[in-house]
């Protein structure tokens, strides 16, 4: 199994700004990605971050507001930019492990609360 | 259509005892893996089981096994010997083909054990 940190474990921001979460694994993956969780709800793939170019995003998510960077296998950042309220939700970083696609991981998550 | 249905969105079991919980999916890709996850209070999504199309045993991790039925598009978790520790959301979750974008989740079931 793949270990997953997520970095920072849980912010409050104000509305306007933005907030670069950061994600670990502690070995090399072919697959990330990054989720979101709004309040109640289930998961929402934002996007899947690729290795050294653009991330491939999902309808309803652009570069502009989310963007994404991979620059090695074991490290991603998901930034929310211009934040409002309604991007208060957990962000979560998510990675399939090399040699396995029968298991997917999910990181502890980034609990965001923008004002 | 949802691809993923999960009827139960509360459920309560007597600790010791075992209960099931419900998901049902909709794909007609011949090929497509299962996946349950628990996620209690603190966010975070831990991976339980894996269940593949074309396995022909029902998975089985510890006290978890999932029980396949392809032709009713089943896939139910069972937790055996329940412990106050499995209260949590539980989500269904299934990938198409392979298709690491199309991972979609059910609207999860929260699960009370009672002492």
């Known amino acids: 199994s793949a270990v997953i940190s997520q970095k920072p474990s849980r912010d409050i921001c104000q509305r306007g700004t933005s907030l670069t979460i950061q994600c670990q694994v502690d070995?090399?993956?072919?697959?990330m990605f990054w989720y979101r969780q709004q309040p109640g709800q289930s998961l929402t793939l934002i996007a899947t971050a690729n290795q050294g170019s653009e991330a491939t995003y999902e309808s309803g998510f652009v570069i502009d507001k989310f963007p994404i960077s991979r620059p090695n296998l074991t490290f991603s950042t998901l930034t929310v930019s211009n934040m409002s309220p309604e991007d208060s939700s957990i962000y979560l970083c998510s990675v399939v492990a090399s040699g396995s696609s029968n298991e997917q991981f999910f990181g502890p998550g980034t609990r965001l609360t923008v004002l | 259509a949802q691809k993923i249905t999960q009827t139960q969105p509360g459920m309560f079991v007597q600790e010791k005892e075992a209960v099931t919980l419900d998901c049902t999916y909709d794909t007609s890709d011949p090929s497509y893996g299962l996946f349950w996850y628990k996620q209690p209070s603190s966010g975070e999504m831990i991976f339980l089981i894996y269940?593949?199309?074309?396995?022909?045993q029902n998975a089985t991790e510890g006290r978890y096994s999932l029980n396949f039925q392809k032709a009713r598009k089943s896939a139910n978790l069972v937790i055996s010997a329940s412990q106050l520790g499995d209260s949590a959301m539980y989500f269904c979750?299934?990938?198409?083909?392979?298709?690491?974008?199309?991972?979609?989740f059910g609207s999860g079931t929260k699960l009370n054990v009672k002492p």
């Open positions: 070995s090399q993956v072919t697959m």
């Open positions: 979750a299934m990938r198409e083909g392979g298709n690491f974008n199309k991972f979609y």
């Open positions: 269940q593949g199309s074309y396995d022909q």
